[in-house]
């Protein structure tokens, strides 16, 4: 049997993870969860599963959590409880799980899964942000750990089923699909009055508020280009992405003998949930086969990085290495946070970010100290320029 705690667990891939492993109920035990402040969602999960141990957002919420599962009835010395994020620490590193399936959103979701590592736990992640705030140290733990870090990011999950079909040495370049979000259509003209709620519309996935964000300004892509250097250990330049509106082809790797193996599958995470819970073995799935002849006809372009410049923001921040992409995550993420509160409007987003990274003196990512305080100084910077942007951009 398989013993796993879920970060994140009430939010989109959380729920989809919970899918996923009460179809298997004799294989996967979960240990223990956490949400954050969603406590009604939270205390069903717990009814369900019986956690050992169960994570909420903050201590008020925790409290709210134990009245409302109390007044149902359920039998309370079942599961710890903890809040905040030493309770979630508590769950990631709680030592009768052996897997850990990291779905907390933004860099929030990075310490308890690098402490994870560190005890050499398995680690099932979607938290993208942990890749791309310290990639380098979260891969220099797995292989001191020698645990595999497995993506469940649908074109991470892709390329890492591709790259079965050859050596690392042997990838000639990487290419990550990206549905284009809602704006691909959008002429450039047009761009400068979409709304909140244009923005979150994404024509394919059904995902939580910010990566969905994300992937109306492309930014969610320029993540996972990083994120996909950092776990295969491929440079930027052999990143490519393409636009490909169906979202059917997740990604695809290119060998130097000129073999493109891609891998397809219906747009539902728990493909990718499942593969990353049962790898190295394949499992039987519940869902509906891939029906090849109901295919729509399969586009792929070129993406327009005028249009969408958190792509070569993210490039750029790449290229600089160091702590470069965690201030260009951290003023991600509190850009997207001021979006989403009507804070600022969609084009000042990647304005920013830029600001950002311009201030920024990178330094090399050595420690896990080092990059909390690019992240921390980074998120500050952003909060500056999100009060009085315009003025503190044009100056
Ligand atoms: P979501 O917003 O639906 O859920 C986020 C979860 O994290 C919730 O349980 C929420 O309570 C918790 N959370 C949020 N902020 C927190 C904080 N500061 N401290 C503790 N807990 C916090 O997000 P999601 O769509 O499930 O995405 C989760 C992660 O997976 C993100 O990193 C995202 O980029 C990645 N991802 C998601 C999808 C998808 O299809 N949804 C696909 C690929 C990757
Ligand atoms: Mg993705």
């Known amino acids: 049997m398989k013993t796993l705690s879920i970060l994140g667990s009430t939010g989109s891939i959380g729920t989809n993870t919970l899918r996923v492993t009460s179809s298997f109920p004799k294989e996967f035990r979960v240990v223990g969860l956490t949400g954050g402040k969603n406590v009604t969602l939270l205390a069903q999960q717990i009814e369900e599963v019986h956690p050992e141990i169960a994570s909420s ?3 008020h919420a925790s409290a709210e959590l134990q009245s409302l599962l109390r007044q149902r009835g359920y039998p309370m010395a079942r599961t710890h409880f903890v809040s905040g994020m030493e309770g979630h620490i508590e769950v990631s590193c709680h030592p009768e799980s052996s897997m850990v399936l990291s779905a907390i959103s933004g860099a929030a ?4 899964t690098y402490r994870a590592l560190e005890l050499g736990k398995s680690i099932a992640l979607a938290n993208k942000e942990t890749m791309v705030v310290a990639g380098e140290l979260m891969m220099r733990k797995s292989r001191e750990k020698n645990v595999e870090i497995l993506p469940v990011d649908s074109e991470h999950n892709a390329i890492h089923q591709c ?3 050859g050596q690392q040495k042997e990838v000639a370049r990487l290419i990550l699909t990206a549905s284009g979000g809602p704006f691909r259509e959008t002429p450039r003209e047009k761009m400068s009055s979409v709304t909140l709620d244009q923005a979150l519309n994404h024509p ?3 995902m939580g508020r910010k990566i969905t964000i994300d992937s ?4 969610n892509k320029g993540l996972e ?3 996909a250097s950092r776990l295969f250990e491929v440079a930027a330049e052999k990143i490519h992405v393409v636009v490909h509106p169906q979202s059917v082809v997740h990604s695809m790797v290119e060998f130097m003998d000129g073999s493109v193996l891609a891998q397809l599958g219906l747009t539902d995470m728990r493909i990718a949930i499942q593969y990353a819970l049962t790898y190295p073995e394949r499992w039987n799935s519940p869902l509906p086969s891939l029906d090849i002849y109901q295919l729509p006809k399969l586009e792929f372009f070129e993406p327009d990085q005028e249009k969408f410049p958190c792509l070569s923001l993210a490039y750029r921040a790449l290229q600089t290495g160091g702590t470069a992409p965690a201030a260009l995550n951290a003023a991600n993420e ?4 001021a979006f989403l509160n009507s804070g600022i409007s969609y084009q000042e987003i990647p304005q920013i970010i830029e600001s950002v990274l311009d ?3 990178p330094k090399e990512a050595t420690d896990l100290e080092t990059v909390l305080n690019a992240d921390a100084w980074a998120r500050e910077e952003a909060r500056v320029y999100c009060h009085s942007p315009r003025q503190a951009i044009s100056g």
Do not use: F
């Open 57 to 59: 957002g903050d201590e």
């Open 334 to 337: 509190v850009a997207v946070e």
């Open 216 to 219: 109306a300004t492309l930014m």
């Open 359 to 361: 201030a920024h003196s």
């Open 163 to 165: 790259l079965r079909g």
């Open 204 to 206: 394919t996935w059904s």
């Open 109 to 112: 979701g990075l310490v308890p």
């Open 225 to 227: 280009v990083i994120e």
